[in-house]
C-alpha cells in the first residue's frame, strides 16, 4: 500500500519557483503534523517546514520567508510553494509525518541551476 506519493520537481534556475504536492494515506494525515523534508546528495535527510492540524507552520531559517507549506485535510495534501530557489535547495524532497514514520515515499527531485 502506497501511503506517501510526493510530486511537482523539476529543473529551475536560480531564482525560480516550484509548486510540489503530496498525497498521503488518510491514515497518515488525518491527525498528524505533516512535513517536507529533503535530502540532497551526500547529506543526511533535513527537515525543512512542517504544518500542525491546526495550519501552524514552522520553517527553518534556510527557507523561511521563500518556501511556503501548507495543507487541504479534506483532500489528505500537503503542498510546498518554493521561490526563489538557489542551488543550494538541489535535493529529492519528501513528505511524512513529524516526527516521520519508517515507510517513505520515492520523494520528488528538485534541482535548482546557477
Known amino acids: 500500500q502506497v501511503e506517501l506519493v510526493e510530486s511537482g520537481g523539476g529543473l529551475v534556475q536560480a531564482g525560480g519557483s516550484l509548486s510540489l504536492s503530496c498525497t498521503a494515506s488518510?491514515?497518515?494525515?488525518?491527525?498528524?503534523?505533516m512535513g517536507w523534508y529533503r535530502q540532497a546528495p551526500g547529506k543526511q535527510r533535513e527537515l525543512v517546514a512542517t504544518?500542525?492540524?491546526?495550519?501552524?507552520?514552522y520553517y527553518v531559517d534556510a527557507v523561511k520567508g521563500r518556501f511556503t507549506i501548507s495543507r487541504d485535510n479534506a483532500k489528505n495534501t500537503l503542498y510546498l510553494q518554493m521561490s526563489s530557489l538557489k542551488p543550494e535547495d538541489t535535493a529529492v524532497y519528501y513528505c511524512?509525518?513529524?516526527?516521520?514514520?519508517?515507510?517513505w515515499g520515492q520523494g520528488t527531485q528538485v534541482t535548482v541551476s546557477s
Open positions: 488518510r491514515t497518515i494525515f488525518r491527525f498528524n503534523t
Open positions: 504544518v500542525t492540524i491546526g495550519f501552524t507552520t
Open positions: 511524512n509525518s513529524v516526527p516521520s514514520r519508517p515507510s
